[in-house]
């Protein structure tokens, strides 16, 4: 039986790590940070339970099911499960995360050089897209490729840009914002939960699962126990960034005190401390980020589609890494007015899906749980989806007097009823099925 060494596995940690650390993944922090002021470590905490813990949770439970998504979904039927595997994957893949990568590491690291034209988006998205294809084509080899050599190079970048963060701070930790002063814990798991990371680790599960039994186990209580160490390892690599650079826009309001976003806000930091230099370093953290998650990205899109339909998985990568291309060259601005309210939409069921797979052991039926609860989820989540695109005089008032509704998350209180609802005529149907 073959098992896995040390620094195997602390490789498949660092590829974990990698797919997951996005541009997103540092952008949202610092602009967390400075408007937390004096109530950094409440709010940091809150967004470590969304945007760590939430991921974790969700690789142990793809871990225990296999590793795949349609394992997950088994309980909602094999039509409504599909359907919502397919549009998680695609959501996250090459209709709008995918080329959002590519768009987000052009504009951060390489325009401030080229400038934000369309020439030089196109040849580096020619560029960046012909890379991605490279580690793609091979799943087999992600853990050598990225976790040994693509990892440690961004690792360095990290260990440059967060020791200097909390080393060398531009200044003292600033005022609280309006936002923060009430309640700092809760909105930074809110802002952990817009990092949208549960969707990636849905499909990220897969490629970890495969690239374990690529390097020869085949045992799968070892599949599972590989999966939640190497989640476990980037859990904690994401916890120690998010940290780094909450700390980094704490210190920052006296350089970056206007700053409308975690861009502004780290282009200023870098260039107060490093100066044209700091330009670079952080186009090489943003480049190489994007990079291996837009790998995981494709693989994980590559691994399920020709799972699904009799495409071979080199095709379905080939063709998704052109669309993705082609959709790249379209615009981060259009992108992310179209992407956003998707993704704000599937959250609460991907969320849910998680929770209800991670207690299955307390549901007699599975399926009298998961049906109507991800049913209530799905309207919500469609209502959520309205009011992030815009369309708020379709929304309902009632949906948006909920608690949370807000910060839409007016979902959670009704699924949770729904939830209590169901669990209660599961075990009374479960004890009336045994007493018979």
Not at 25 to 40: E, H
Not at 262 to 286: D, E, K, N, R
Not at 414 to 425: G, K, M, N, R, S
């Amino acid at each position: 039986m073959t098992r896995l060494k040390g620094l195997d596995l602390l490789a498949l940690g660092f590829m974990t790590f990698a797919l997951f650390l996005g541009a997103g993944n540092i952008i949202f922090p610092p602009s967390a940070g400075l408007a937390a002021g004096q109530s950094l470590w409440s709010a940091a905490l809150g967004f470590l339970l969304t945007g760590v813990g939430l991921p974790l949770l969700t690789v142990v439970a793809l871990a225990r099911v296999g590793g795949g998504m349609d394992r997950l979904t088994a309980p909602l039927g094999r039509g409504a499960g599909t359907l919502l595997a397919v549009a998680v994957y695609l959501a996250i893949g090459p209709l709008f995360a995918t080329p959002r990568t590519a768009v987000v590491s052009f504009e951060m690291g390489v325009a401030p050089f080229s400038g934000n034209t369309a020439i030089p988006l196109f040849v580096y998205t020619v560029l960046f897209f012909s890379a991605t294809l490279f580690l793609a084509v091979n799943p087999g080899q992600l853990v050598n490729r990225v976790g040994k050599f693509i990892t440690p190079v961004l690792l360095a970048a990290l260990l440059v840009l967060g020791g200097a963060a909390v080393f060398a701070p531009a200044g003292d930790i600033g005022v609280t914002a309006e936002s923060y002063r009430n309640s700092p814990l809760l909105k930074g798991f809110l802002e952990g939960y817009l990092t949208m990371d549960t969707l990636g680790a849905l499909v990220f599960g897969i490629v970890i699962a495969t690239a374990i039994r690529d390097r020869g186990v085949s045992d799968p209580a070892l599949v599972t126990r590989y999966s939640v160490i190497a989640g476990a390892i980037a859990a904690l690599g994401l916890s120690l960034v998010y940290l780094a650079l909450f700390y980094l826009g704490a210190t920052s309001q006296g350089i970056a005190g206007e700053a409308q976003n975690g861009v502004q806000i780290l282009t200023s930091y870098v260039q107060h401390t490093f100066g044209t230099p700091g330009s670079l370093l952080l186009a090489v953290v943003i480049t190489l980020a994007c990079l291996t998650t837009a790998v995981g990205l494709t693989t994980a899109c590559g691994e399920f589609f020709s799972s699904l339909i009799p495409v071979g998985y080199r095709t379905v990568v080939v063709v998704f890494t052109l669309f993705s291309l082609l959709v790249a060259n379209q615009g981060l601005t259009q992108l992310i007015s179209v992407s956003v309210p998707v993704l704000v939409g599937l959250y609460p069921l991907a969320i849910m899906l998680v929770a209800l797979s991670l207690l299955d052991g307390c549901w007699v039926s599975p399926r009298r749980i998961f049906v109507p609860v991800m049913a209530v989820t799905l309207v919500f989540g469609v209502v959520d989806g309205l009011s992030a695109a815009g369309f708020n005089d379709l929304v309902p008032v009632l949906f948006t007097q909920l608690p949370l509704a807000a910060q839409s998350m007016g979902w959670l209180v009704p699924v949770l009823v729904t939830l209590a609802i169901a669990f209660v005529i599961d075990r009374l149907l479960g004890r009336r099925r045994l007493a018979s």
